[in-house]
């Protein structure tokens, strides 16, 4: 499958990156840019690096500023995220100011609890993927993917 559409990856690095990885297996992006934070972990070319939040409110204003700005340069059509927290103001500024489609994978790690992010990403999705049959009472219009990612 290939996509044309303008497309952000965001995602944190690590665990987060490699279920992304394995989520878009097959599919080609014409024209894409990742975004994440700095960790021991190289990415690709076409990469932003913003603020981790760290659940921290000056962080987290300047991650909503980095993503504002990145968004108003790139424009995305899509944004893919697999969380966590370095993702979601992109998600919501993506959704409301941009327009753009949301599509957020919920970790597989999560088998009984949803994540803070998942938890609110949830609203501003155009298609959210759940892993496992359990997480269907967090997010009723998910769809299940039956933990393909592991």
Known sequence: MKINSKT???????????????????????????????????VKNNIYYITHPQKKIIRTIKNLFDSLKILIREKPKIIISTGADVALNTIILGKLFFNSKIIFIESSANITKPSLTGRISYYFSDLFIAQWQQMRKFYPKAKISQGFLH
Request: hydrophobic share 25%; net charge positive; proline share 3%.
């Open 8 to 42: 952000c990856l965001i995602y944190s690095p690590g665990g987060h990156y490699t279920e992304l990885k394995k989520s878009l297996k097959g599919i080609h992006f014409k024209n894409k840019y990742h975004v994440t934070f700095k960790s021991g972990t190289i």
